[in-house]
């Protein structure tokens, strides 16, 4: 069992960059694969990214390419989200996510354990 704390959301404008982090509080992230997800109100989650923790395959949901990365830091058992260009319709509540497999996250099987959210608004 692992349970996921993110962090690094905010308020910013339009072109803006953000990070967002996942840790885990309790148990490792390095037993699983760590995908992060968004959601608005109304709305069911939609993926954003996911990363197995070994090897290391990356999966984007295709309308976030080259604007999102994701990324793990072994050494400190955290993933990353790193947001360029952000634009107004990138505003969500962001959650990390754990479960078996990327490639599976990124194909709609739901995640085993789910952070708590980080609130991410961008401004026009």
């Known amino acids: 069992q692992v349970k996921l704390v993110e962090s690094g959301g905010g308020l910013v404008q339009a072109g803006d960059s953000l990070r967002l982090s996942c840790a885990a509080s309790e148990g490792t992230l390095s037993r699983y694969a760590v995908g992060w997800f968004r959601q608005v109100p109304g709305k069911d989650h939609v993926f954003v990214a996911a990363?197995?923790?070994?090897?290391?395959?990356?999966y984007y949901a295709d309308s976030l390419k080259g604007r999102f990365t994701i990324s793990k830091d072994a050494a400190t058992n955290t993933v990353y989200l790193q947001m360029n260009n952000l634009k107004p319709e990138d505003t969500a509540i962001y959650y990390c996510a754990a479960g078996g497999a990327a490639q599976s996250m990124a194909h709609g099987a739901p995640p085993d354990y789910w952070g708590q959210g980080t609130q991410v608004t961008v401004s026009s």
């Open positions: 990363v197995s923790w070994m090897p290391g395959t990356i």
